[in-house]
T-cell receptor, first 113, second 114 residues
Framework: AAGVIQSPRHLIKEKRETATLKCYPIPRHDTVYWYQQGPGQDPQFLIS???????DKGSIPDRFSAQQFSDYHSELNMSSLELGDSALYFCASSPWGTDYGYTFGSGTRLTVV | AQTVTQSQPEMSVQEAETVTLSCTYDTSENNYYLFWYKQPPSRQMILVIRQEAYKQQNATENRFSVNFQKAAKSFSLKISDSQLGDTAMYFCAFMTGTASKLTFGTGTRLQVTL
Protein backbone atom coordinates (compact mmCIF):
# COMPACT_ATOMS: atom_id res chain seq x y z
CA ALA A 1 0.00 0.00 0.00
CA ALA A 2 1.16 3.52 -0.75
CA GLY A 3 2.46 5.47 2.22
CA VAL A 4 3.22 9.09 2.97
CA ILE A 5 6.37 10.05 1.08
CA GLN A 6 8.73 12.69 2.40
CA SER A 7 11.75 14.10 0.68
CA PRO A 8 14.56 14.45 1.24
CA ARG A 9 15.25 11.89 3.98
CA HIS A 10 18.24 13.83 5.23
CA LEU A 11 19.23 17.46 4.77
CA ILE A 12 22.22 19.40 6.02
CA LYS A 13 22.10 23.18 5.85
CA GLU A 14 24.18 26.01 7.24
CA LYS A 15 22.84 28.70 9.55
CA ARG A 16 20.83 31.39 7.77
CA GLU A 17 20.22 29.17 4.76
CA THR A 18 16.81 28.11 3.43
CA ALA A 19 15.35 24.61 3.30
CA THR A 20 12.31 23.13 1.58
CA LEU A 21 10.77 19.89 2.75
CA LYS A 22 8.25 18.02 0.62
CA CYS A 23 5.42 15.71 1.54
CA TYR A 24 3.32 13.52 -0.74
CA PRO A 25 0.23 12.19 1.07
CA ILE A 26 -1.46 8.87 0.60
CA PRO A 27 -3.75 8.96 -2.47
CA ARG A 28 -7.21 10.35 -1.66
CA HIS A 29 -5.95 11.85 1.60
CA ASP A 30 -6.83 15.54 1.44
CA THR A 31 -5.44 16.65 4.81
CA VAL A 32 -1.75 17.10 5.59
CA TYR A 33 -0.08 17.77 8.95
CA TRP A 34 3.47 18.84 9.77
CA TYR A 35 5.23 18.01 13.05
CA GLN A 36 8.65 18.84 14.42
CA GLN A 37 10.47 16.43 16.73
CA GLY A 38 13.61 17.75 18.39
CA PRO A 39 16.25 15.37 19.79
CA GLY A 40 14.75 13.39 22.66
CA GLN A 41 11.47 15.28 22.40
CA ASP A 42 7.91 14.42 21.53
CA PRO A 43 6.52 15.59 18.18
CA GLN A 44 5.15 19.12 18.19
CA PHE A 45 2.39 20.18 15.81
CA LEU A 46 3.37 22.89 13.35
CA ILE A 47 0.58 23.34 10.83
CA SER A 48 -2.11 21.50 8.86
CA UNK A 49 -3.88 21.91 5.54
CA UNK A 50 -7.18 20.73 4.13
CA UNK A 51 -8.04 21.20 0.46
CA UNK A 52 -5.13 23.63 0.02
CA UNK A 53 -6.30 25.85 2.90
CA UNK A 54 -4.60 26.10 6.27
CA UNK A 55 -6.83 24.29 8.74
CA ASP A 56 -4.88 24.69 11.97
CA LYS A 57 -1.69 26.29 13.18
CA GLY A 58 0.55 25.33 16.05
CA SER A 59 3.96 26.44 17.22
CA ILE A 60 5.33 27.25 13.78
CA PRO A 61 7.96 30.02 13.72
CA ASP A 62 7.33 33.03 11.50
CA ARG A 63 10.45 32.03 9.54
CA PHE A 64 8.59 28.93 8.38
CA SER A 65 5.81 28.81 5.82
CA ALA A 66 3.93 25.98 4.24
CA GLN A 67 1.36 25.32 1.58
CA GLN A 68 -0.63 22.53 0.03
CA PHE A 69 -0.88 22.25 -3.72
CA SER A 70 -3.67 21.15 -6.04
CA ASP A 71 -2.31 17.58 -6.13
CA TYR A 72 -2.45 17.63 -2.29
CA HIS A 73 1.28 17.48 -1.80
CA SER A 74 2.66 19.95 0.70
CA GLU A 75 5.89 21.85 1.14
CA LEU A 76 7.39 23.30 4.31
CA ASN A 77 9.70 26.23 3.62
CA MET A 78 12.16 27.20 6.31
CA SER A 79 14.23 30.36 6.06
CA SER A 80 17.01 31.93 8.14
CA LEU A 81 17.76 28.53 9.60
CA GLU A 82 18.99 28.37 13.18
CA LEU A 83 20.87 25.63 15.00
CA GLY A 84 17.70 24.98 17.04
CA ASP A 85 15.82 24.06 13.89
CA SER A 86 17.76 20.80 13.75
CA ALA A 87 15.09 18.16 14.17
CA LEU A 88 13.11 15.39 12.56
CA TYR A 89 10.22 16.82 10.55
CA PHE A 90 7.26 14.56 10.05
CA CYS A 91 4.47 14.89 7.59
CA ALA A 92 1.24 12.95 8.10
CA SER A 93 -1.91 12.63 6.04
CA SER A 94 -5.52 11.59 6.50
CA PRO A 95 -8.89 11.90 4.87
CA TRP A 96 -10.70 14.95 6.21
CA GLY A 97 -12.96 14.15 9.13
CA THR A 98 -11.27 10.93 10.09
CA ASP A 99 -11.04 9.98 13.73
CA TYR A 100 -8.66 7.11 13.09
CA GLY A 101 -5.54 9.16 13.60
CA TYR A 102 -3.32 9.60 10.62
CA THR A 103 -0.44 7.99 8.76
CA PHE A 104 3.00 9.42 9.24
CA GLY A 105 5.81 9.59 6.72
CA SER A 106 9.32 8.48 7.58
CA GLY A 107 10.39 12.03 8.31
CA THR A 108 13.09 14.39 7.08
CA ARG A 109 16.07 14.77 9.37
CA LEU A 110 17.30 18.36 9.13
CA THR A 111 20.69 19.23 10.53
CA VAL A 112 21.69 22.88 10.72
CA VAL A 113 25.41 23.47 11.12
CA ALA B 1 -5.51 23.20 26.37
CA GLN B 2 -5.01 19.48 26.50
CA THR B 3 -2.02 17.89 28.16
CA VAL B 4 -0.74 14.34 28.02
CA THR B 5 1.55 12.95 30.71
CA GLN B 6 3.68 9.83 30.56
CA SER B 7 5.39 9.39 33.91
CA GLN B 8 7.68 6.51 32.95
CA PRO B 9 10.64 7.75 30.86
CA GLU B 10 12.08 4.24 30.50
CA MET B 11 10.93 0.70 31.08
CA SER B 12 12.40 -2.71 30.55
CA VAL B 13 10.70 -6.08 30.13
CA GLN B 14 11.90 -9.57 29.37
CA GLU B 15 10.83 -11.29 26.21
CA ALA B 16 7.46 -13.07 26.52
CA GLU B 17 6.53 -11.07 29.62
CA THR B 18 3.79 -8.46 29.96
CA VAL B 19 4.38 -4.76 30.47
CA THR B 20 2.07 -1.81 31.06
CA LEU B 21 2.85 1.73 30.01
CA SER B 22 1.01 4.56 31.78
CA CYS B 23 -0.58 7.66 30.33
CA THR B 24 -2.80 10.32 31.86
CA TYR B 25 -4.35 13.29 30.15
CA ASP B 26 -6.23 16.42 31.01
CA THR B 27 -9.07 17.87 28.98
CA SER B 28 -12.42 19.56 29.35
CA GLU B 29 -13.64 18.06 26.09
CA ASN B 30 -16.17 15.24 26.06
CA ASN B 31 -15.54 13.97 22.53
CA TYR B 32 -11.97 12.92 21.93
CA TYR B 33 -9.73 10.10 20.81
CA LEU B 34 -6.65 8.54 22.35
CA PHE B 35 -3.82 6.79 20.60
CA TRP B 36 -0.62 4.94 21.26
CA TYR B 37 2.12 5.38 18.68
CA LYS B 38 5.32 3.39 18.49
CA GLN B 39 8.58 4.90 17.27
CA PRO B 40 11.30 2.27 16.74
CA PRO B 41 14.94 3.17 16.09
CA SER B 42 14.01 3.69 12.43
CA ARG B 43 12.13 6.80 13.69
CA GLN B 44 8.94 5.89 11.81
CA MET B 45 5.78 6.77 13.78
CA ILE B 46 3.51 3.72 13.77
CA LEU B 47 -0.05 3.65 15.10
CA VAL B 48 -0.43 0.87 17.65
CA ILE B 49 -3.97 1.30 18.93
CA ARG B 50 -6.76 3.87 19.24
CA GLN B 51 -9.63 4.42 21.65
CA GLU B 52 -12.77 6.50 21.26
CA ALA B 53 -13.70 8.32 24.45
CA TYR B 54 -17.39 7.58 24.08
CA LYS B 55 -16.77 3.82 23.99
CA GLN B 56 -16.50 2.09 27.33
CA GLN B 57 -15.03 -1.07 25.85
CA ASN B 58 -11.26 -1.15 25.91
CA ALA B 59 -9.59 -1.41 22.51
CA THR B 60 -7.51 -4.49 21.66
CA GLU B 61 -5.15 -5.16 18.76
CA ASN B 62 -3.56 -8.59 18.97
CA ARG B 63 -0.97 -8.43 21.79
CA PHE B 64 -1.77 -4.78 22.53
CA SER B 65 -4.65 -3.66 24.71
CA VAL B 66 -5.58 -0.55 26.62
CA ASN B 67 -7.12 0.15 29.99
CA PHE B 68 -9.19 3.28 29.45
CA GLN B 69 -10.50 4.90 32.62
CA LYS B 70 -12.39 7.99 31.47
CA ALA B 71 -13.23 9.36 34.90
CA ALA B 72 -9.62 9.07 35.99
CA LYS B 73 -8.41 10.34 32.59
CA SER B 74 -6.08 7.40 32.33
CA PHE B 75 -5.13 5.45 29.21
CA SER B 76 -2.55 2.72 29.79
CA LEU B 77 -1.13 0.34 27.19
CA LYS B 78 -0.56 -3.32 27.97
CA ILE B 79 1.79 -5.33 25.79
CA SER B 80 1.47 -9.06 26.24
CA ASP B 81 4.04 -11.68 25.19
CA SER B 82 6.63 -8.95 24.59
CA GLN B 83 8.89 -9.42 21.58
CA LEU B 84 12.29 -7.97 20.76
CA GLY B 85 10.68 -6.03 17.95
CA ASP B 86 8.57 -4.16 20.49
CA THR B 87 11.66 -2.24 21.57
CA ALA B 88 10.81 1.37 20.77
CA MET B 89 9.70 4.71 22.12
CA TYR B 90 5.98 4.69 22.84
CA PHE B 91 3.98 7.89 22.69
CA CYS B 92 0.51 8.40 24.08
CA ALA B 93 -1.45 10.95 22.04
CA PHE B 94 -4.72 12.84 22.29
CA MET B 95 -6.99 14.26 19.60
CA THR B 96 -10.17 16.31 19.99
CA GLY B 97 -12.88 15.95 17.41
CA THR B 98 -11.89 14.78 13.95
CA ALA B 99 -9.11 15.75 11.59
CA SER B 100 -7.49 17.58 14.44
CA LYS B 101 -3.92 17.91 15.62
CA LEU B 102 -2.40 15.29 17.89
CA THR B 103 -1.00 16.25 21.27
CA PHE B 104 1.72 13.84 22.35
CA GLY B 105 3.09 12.84 25.71
CA THR B 106 6.84 12.86 26.32
CA GLY B 107 7.16 9.17 25.56
CA THR B 108 8.28 5.99 27.31
CA ARG B 109 11.33 4.18 26.02
CA LEU B 110 10.68 0.42 26.20
CA GLN B 111 13.52 -2.06 26.03
CA VAL B 112 12.67 -5.72 25.54
CA THR B 113 15.48 -8.01 26.69
CA LEU B 114 16.26 -11.71 26.26
Amino acid sequence: AAGVIQSPRHLIKEKRETATLKCYPIPRHDTVYWYQQGPGQDPQFLISFYEKMQSDKGSIPDRFSAQQFSDYHSELNMSSLELGDSALYFCASSPWGTDYGYTFGSGTRLTVV
Amino acid sequence: AQTVTQSQPEMSVQEAETVTLSCTYDTSENNYYLFWYKQPPSRQMILVIRQEAYKQQNATENRFSVNFQKAAKSFSLKISDSQLGDTAMYFCAFMTGTASKLTFGTGTRLQVTL
